[in-house]
């Protein structure tokens, strides 16, 4: 080899290794002027400005891009066929109890509800007419809290009745039988509509349970109604025209975050334990961050999309926002698991709580890019480092990693999941675009201007990506950053109530 190739080498493999993700800065716009924007963008006119925002987007930069990988559509890790395998976490492998005791304020978990239930100090009865009760005044209050956008009383009640019955009989369903949870407007859930955060979709009731409403309704979920979100999960404030802009429980002048607003505010907010939630971009990850809760987007395939409204069916993935780790892990349990409605779901080992609160982490690596680490406001990285410094504690390793392509991952995610959105809302387009709420009309006025082209190169990028991964962690057993970079915004005044582009 030349003294030259070496250096080659040496060089790129430098340049692999220099940290390239970028602060996006794009034009903060609302009200009238937005309105105009994208009427602009929407019209004739659009394709003048079309290039200028990609450029500030990053995907001229993608476009030029070499990429020699062949294209991954779906990030499937295949294993044998689990299609006559149980459909989910054994219960004998559920938690038995709260992991860890802490003093101070503790949100109220499944297994206070079921306690509470068994020793006879309440019912679902009462729960289920306490909570309606506090749903309502919730969204009469001022401002409207926005957590909960339909309910149906009677079938609530219903559920509770049973339930109430079944416990006084000593036969409940499982350890969730009467516990409220609710559930995205983004999932079937019967006797609701599904209108995934519109004004037009879901004008009649579904004709079946997503697969994932199923199992906790046969868990013996008390389930209480559907939960708000950002329209077709396109944006991640948690705004909403339609159904009211979901309000932060914490400070209702701040954004909940979304997609998932209404799932972690009903949690934050005490409502509920446990909610059912969706991410394709952070759409669980961040409301739960925001919110001060946990939220668990799960390995792609762990929970069935079946009964999800088809948005983005390559980056989707549906799971739990709950105000415990525990109750996370009991809702992962009863959700996750192969079904013959969902291919996606029968590529992968069975899903398993098997030591799920082994606190013990000696030998555990923990990978930390750091400039990745710290790309996030001054409040949130110390949070995340005092974090560190626990698991350091409690026996865990700290790895220095790095992490190549985060720019080249970012852009292609974005390319990926608007591209993606596009062509579902493809069909009520033309009828119906102009009664979305301006975000998400912009999102897809620039979505449709996206190629086959850059679809396909963003596939490529995945793929690159996904081995970047894999090879990190053969060095490490876990990476780690920041949920969000930030912590909940303030609702700007001017973006109520039509929207804002930030």
């Not at 739990?320 to 291919?343: E, K, N, R, S």
């Amino acid at each position: 080899m030349r003294a030259t190739d070496s250096l080659e080498q040496d060089n790129d493999m430098e340049n692999k290794n220099v940290y390239d993700l970028k602060s996006v800065k794009l034009p903060y716009l609302a009200g009238g002027l937005l309105r105009f924007f994208v009427s602009l963008v929407e019209g004739p006119l659009g394709g003048l400005l079309i290039p200028s925002l990609f450029e500030s987007a990053g995907i001229n930069w993608l476009r030029k891009q070499v990429i020699d990988e062949a294209p991954t559509t779906q990030p499937l890790h295949y294993t044998d066929s689990l299609a006559d395998k149980d459909s989910a976490v054994p219960e004998k492998e559920w938690p038995r109890a709260s992991a860890i005791y802490s003093q101070g304020f503790q949100f109220a978990t499944v297994f206070d509800y079921a306690k509470a239930y068994r020793d006879g100090k309440t019912t679902p009865e009462e729960v289920a007419v306490k909570l309606l009760d506090a749903i309502e005044a919730s969204n009469s209050a001022t401002p409207p809290l926005r957590a909960v956008i339909a309910v149906n009383r009677d079938d609530v009640m219903k559920q509770a009745r049973e339930a109430t019955e079944r416990i006084k009989a000593g036969r409940p369903l499982s350890i969730f039988d009467g516990v409220p949870v609710a559930v995205k407007d983004e999932v079937d859930m019967l006797p609701y509509p599904t209108t995934v955060g519109t004004s037009f979709l879901g004008k009649t009731p579904v004709a079946e349970d997503a697969t994932i409403v199923a199992r906790m309704r046969s868990a013996g979920a008390l389930l209480i109604g559907k939960t708000n979100m950002h329209e077709i999960g396109i944006n991640v404030t948690g705004l909403n025209p339609h159904h009211g802009t979901t309000r932060n429980p914490y400070n209702t002048d701040h954004f909940t975050g979304g997609s998932s607003s209404g799932s972690a505010t009903a949690v934050a907010a005490g409502l509920v334990p446990v909610a059912i939630s969706a991410d394709g971009g952070g759409s669980i990850r961040i409301p739960a961050a925001f919110c001060g809760v946990f939220g668990l987007k799960s390995t792609f395939g762990r929970v069935s999309e079946h009964g999800a409204a088809p948005l983005c069916w390559s980056v989707a993935h549906l799971g739990p926002i709950a105000g415990t780790a525990t109750d996370t892990a009991l809702a992962y349990a009863v959700m996750a698991g192969p079904d013959l409605h969902d291919p996606n779901t029968l590529h992968q080992p069975l899903p398993s709580l098997e030591n799920w609160d082994q606190l013990n982490l000696n030998g555990m690596k923990l990978g930390v890019y750091k400039q990745w680490f710290q790309h996030a406001d001054p409040e949130v990285v110390a949070a995340c480092e005092t974090m560190l410094k626990r698991f350091a504690d409690m026996g865990a390793e700290i790895v220095e990693i790095t992490i190549p392509d985060l720019e080249l991952n970012r852009i292609a995610h974005s390319v990926t999941i608007l591209a993606e959105m596009a062509q579902a809302m493809s069909y009520t387009y033309d009828a119906h675009h102009k009664e979305h709420g301006l975000d998400v009309r912009l999102n897809l006025a620039l979505a449709r201007k996206t190629s086959s082209q850059d679809y396909l190169l963003a596939q490529r990028a995945r793929t690159r990506i996904i081995n970047n991964f894999k090879r990190v962690l053969e060095q490490v057993d876990l990476i780690i950053t920041p949920s969000t970079a930030i912590v909940a915004p303030a609702i700007p005044k001017d973006a109520l109530p039509d929207g804002n582009s930030d």
